[in-house]
């Protein structure tokens, strides 16, 4: 290699490490005129009550403003930590999180207003709000990067929506939110064992006997109730068979006749 051409490769790499320093420090110099611009910016509620400022988040939140219903709960939250307000900003703010669809934020919210107010009166509305959020959030930026199958994620955030509920009907059975999420438990426990089941029959097609059972009695156990246990009965009692265990096949068939007769007589006639 010429003496020129080395010259010639080391200009470049020095002229590419400059520009990546300028580059870095370009965003460190942006970075401190943003952090000065934001601490000079005059706060719009500078010398405001937590009265005025909580009474004009709960107009923006009323008037569907979400984003400025949320910093201005921030505000509230920052002046007067410790004031009549500060407990119900926490829970309103985590409500205007859920309504801007910012699901992640409005669960950091209330988790944090639980850990803050274990013995508040708000604890079951809390819950309920964390059910909510899992029942109806969207995809996160997360999703959008790295997509997974959406039957998957539903599953997912129906779990997680399928606990609040649940978690709110054991603490506080008789909370104005039970029958509300006792229908949306219902609801999420029907899914979810329909879930199973579709796994459960994908196994059957695959041949995975085992794997297949396996999702079929975990269906069975943890979603009682729902009407997709009656497949799950019948995929055990197939996969059994297949499996090689007859008894463990007629302990299926036993319950499923016990619980199902007409089912169980069209199972045996296949």
Request: proline fraction near 3%.
């Given at each position: ?107 950091d919210a209330i988790d944090r207003f639980l850990r803050m107010n274990p013995g508040s009166e ?13 029942f109806n959030r969207g995809s996160s930026i997360v999703d959008k990067v790295f997509p997974r ?40 426990r029907n899914s979810l064992a329909q879930s199973e089941v579709n796994v459960a029959n994908y ?68």
């Amino acid at each position: 290699m010429s003496i020129t051409t080395k010259r010639f490769k080391a200009g470049i790499y020095l002229t590419g490490m400059l520009a990546l320093t300028v580059s870095f420090s370009g965003c460190s110099v942006f970075s401190q005129a943003t952090s000065i611009f934001s601490q000079t910016e005059k706060d719009p509620t500078e010398g405001w009550s937590a009265n005025k400022i909580y009474g004009t988040a709960k107009e923006a939140l009323n008037g569907g403003d979400y984003e400025r219903a949320v910093t201005l709960y921030e505000s509230l939250e920052a002046r007067y930590p410790l004031g009549r307000f500060a407990q119900q900003a926490q829970l309103e703010k985590a409500y205007a999180y859920y309504k801007y669809d910012e699901a992640d934020s409005a669960l950091d919210a209330i988790d944090r207003f639980l850990r803050m107010n274990p013995g508040s009166e708000d604890v079951d509305y809390a819950l309920y709000l964390r059910g909510l959020v899992n029942f109806n959030r969207g995809s996160s930026i997360v999703d959008k990067v790295f997509p997974r199958s959406i039957a998957d994620l539903d599953t997912v955030r129906q779990k997680e929506s399928f606990q609040d509920f649940s978690h709110l009907l054991t603490r506080y059975p008789d909370s104005k939110y039970a029958p509300d999420a006792t229908e949306r438990v219902q609801h999420l426990r029907n899914s979810l064992a329909q879930s199973e089941v579709n796994v459960a029959n994908y196994y059957m097609m695959r041949g995975a006997w085992l794997a297949a059972f396996n999702r079929a009695e975990y269906a069975i156990k943890h979603y009682q109730g729902s009407p997709a246990v009656i497949d799950a009965l019948e995929i055990k009692v197939r996969a059994a068979n297949k499996l090689g265990k007859p008894d463990l096949a007629a302990d299926s068939l036993r319950v499923l006749e016990l619980n199902f007769p007409q089912r169980a007589a069209a199972l045996k006639l296949k």
